[in-house]
C-alpha cells in the first residue's frame, strides 16, 4: 500500500532581484540568473534525512539558472556548491544536498529539485539549478551570493536585503554592554557603539606585505568607539574581538599586517587616543576586514572577554 505524499507547502517565493548577472566559473564567462527563492515546510523534508543540528531550522528552496557563455562545454559543473542565501545576521545557511529524491518525498518540488547539478553543460546552454538551505530560526534571508574561486562576488538582495528586523541583529550604532580584562584579568565592563563601516583602497594598505590570498582582495575599516564604564585601567585592544559578515556570507575577522616601518594605516587608526582608557573615558578602534570585489559588509560582530561573554551583532548599514 503506497503511503500518502505530504502536502505541498503553501508558502509563496519571496521578492528576490532576478537580474541576470556575469560571473565566472574556473575562469569561464557565465551568466545567472536567480529564478525564485521559496520558503520549505516540514511537510517538504518528512522523509528527507537531516542532522540533528538542521531539525529545528527553517528550510528555503533557492533556483537559479546558469547559462554557459563560454565556446567549451563545462564538464561536471559544481554550480550549487557557489550559490549562498545569507540570513540577516550576515552567517550563510547550511546547504543540504539534494539528489535522486523520490517524487512522494515532496511532490511540490520542481522536477529540476530532485537531481542537483548538470552532468554537463553544453557552451551556449543553460541549466537550472536548485539548493536546499536552512537558516536558523528567527533569521530571514536577507542576499543570495554566488562566489567561486577566482570570481567577483555577485548579490541579489530578497526583499530589501535587510530583513524584518530583529533576529539578534541590532540597529547600526546601538550602545550594547560587553566586557575586557584587564591586566590583572579583572572583567571590566565596556559599552561598545559602532561609530563607521568604510570601504577602502588596496591601494591604502601598499606598505604592508598581506598574504597572498589577501591581493585581489577590499578593504573595509570598521570603527567602533569603547567607554569604560568600570573602576579599571583598560588597554585599548578591544578591535581584536571585532569581526566581519558581509551579504556574501563570508565571516572575517580582523587582519594582521606586517608593518615594513613608518605609521600604520591612516585611514584605519589603531586607536584615538593611544592611551589607556580609564575609567569613564573612551577610545575609539578601528580593524581591517578583507572582502572579495563585489561582496560588501552585512553585520559587525563583537565578543568580549570572559566565560560568559555573548557575540553582539549590529547591521552594518
Known amino acids: 500500500m503506497a503511503s500518502t505524499p505530504p502536502a505541498e507547502s503553501a508558502a509563496r517565493p519571496l521578492p528576490l532581484q532576478t537580474e541576470a548577472?556575469?560571473?565566472?566559473?574556473?575562469?569561464?564567462?557565465?551568466?545567472?540568473?536567480?529564478?525564485?527563492?521559496?520558503?520549505?515546510?516540514?511537510?517538504?523534508?518528512?522523509?528527507?534525512r537531516l542532522d540533528d543540528d538542521l531539525k529545528?531550522?527553517?528550510?528555503?528552496?533557492?533556483?537559479?539558472?546558469?547559462?554557459?557563455?563560454?565556446?567549451?562545454?563545462?564538464?561536471r559543473p559544481k554550480l550549487a556548491d557557489q550559490l549562498s542565501v545569507v540570513g540577516t545576521n550576515g552567517v550563510?545557511?547550511?546547504?543540504?544536498?539534494?539528489?535522486?529524491?523520490?517524487?512522494?518525498?515532496?511532490?511540490?518540488?520542481?522536477?529540476?529539485?530532485?537531481?542537483g547539478d548538470p552532468a554537463t553543460l553544453p557552451a551556449g546552454g543553460t541549466a537550472e539549478v536548485c539548493v536546499l538551505v536552512m537558516l536558523a530560526k528567527g533569521q530571514e534571508p536577507a542576499t543570495v551570493a554566488y562566489s567561486a574561486e577566482g570570481s567577483d562576488t555577485v548579490l541579489w538582495k530578497v526583499g530589501d536585503g535587510k530583513g524584518g528586523g530583529g533576529g539578534g541583529v541590532l540597529p547600526p550604532g546601538t550602545p550594547a554592554d560587553a566586557v575586557v580584562a584587564d591586566a590583572k584579568d579583572h572583567l571590566?565592563?565596556?559599552?561598545?557603539?559602532?561609530?563607521?563601516?568604510?570601504?577602502?583602497d588596496p591601494a591604502d594598505l601598499s606598505r604592508f606585505k598581506a598574504g597572498d590570498d589577501e591581493q585581489n582582495l577590499v578593504p573595509y575599516y570598521v570603527t567602533i568607539e569603547y567607554l569604560n564604564t568600570g573602576q579599571y585601567d583598560v588597554y585599548p585592544g578591544m578591535q581584536d574581538h571585532v569581526w566581519l559578515q558581509s551579504a556574501g556570507g563570508k565571516r572575517v575577522r580582523p587582519v594582521i599586517l606586517l608593518?615594513?616601518?613608518?605609521?600604520?594605516?591612516?585611514?584605519?587608526?589603531?586607536?584615538?587616543?593611544?592611551?589607556?582608557?580609564?575609567?569613564?573615558?573612551?577610545?575609539?578602534?578601528?580593524?581591517?576586514?578583507?572582502?572579495?570585489?563585489?561582496?560588501?559588509?552585512?553585520?559587525?560582530?563583537?565578543?568580549?572577554?570572559?566565560?560568559?561573554?555573548?557575540?553582539?551583532?549590529?547591521?552594518?548599514?
Request: proline content about 10%; overall charge positive; hydrophobic content about 35%.
Open 21 to 48: 548577472r556575469q560571473a565566472t566559473w574556473k575562469q569561464r564567462p557565465i551568466q545567472i540568473t536567480p529564478k525564485s527563492l521559496l520558503p520549505g515546510s516540514k511537510a517538504d523534508l518528512a522523509r528527507i
Open 56 to 75: 529545528d531550522m527553517d528550510p528555503y528552496f533557492l533556483t537559479v539558472e546558469f547559462s554557459n557563455n563560454d565556446k567549451l562545454a563545462m564538464d
Open 92 to 115: 550563510s545557511a547550511t546547504g543540504v544536498m539534494l539528489l535522486n529524491v523520490p517524487l512522494a518525498t515532496a511532490p511540490g518540488l520542481p522536477e529540476h529539485c530532485r537531481k
Open 188 to 200: 571590566v565592563p565596556v559599552k561598545a557603539t559602532p561609530m563607521t563601516v568604510r570601504a577602502g
Open 259 to 317: 608593518d615594513l616601518g613608518g605609521p600604520g594605516v591612516a585611514q584605519c587608526p589603531d586607536r584615538v587616543p593611544d592611551t589607556m582608557v580609564k575609567p569613564n573615558a573612551t577610545v575609539r578602534q578601528c580593524s581591517i576586514h578583507m572582502l572579495p570585489k563585489g561582496d560588501e559588509p552585512a553585520t559587525i560582530s563583537y565578543k568580549g572577554d570572559g566565560a560568559d561573554a555573548k557575540w553582539i551583532t549590529w547591521r552594518a548599514s
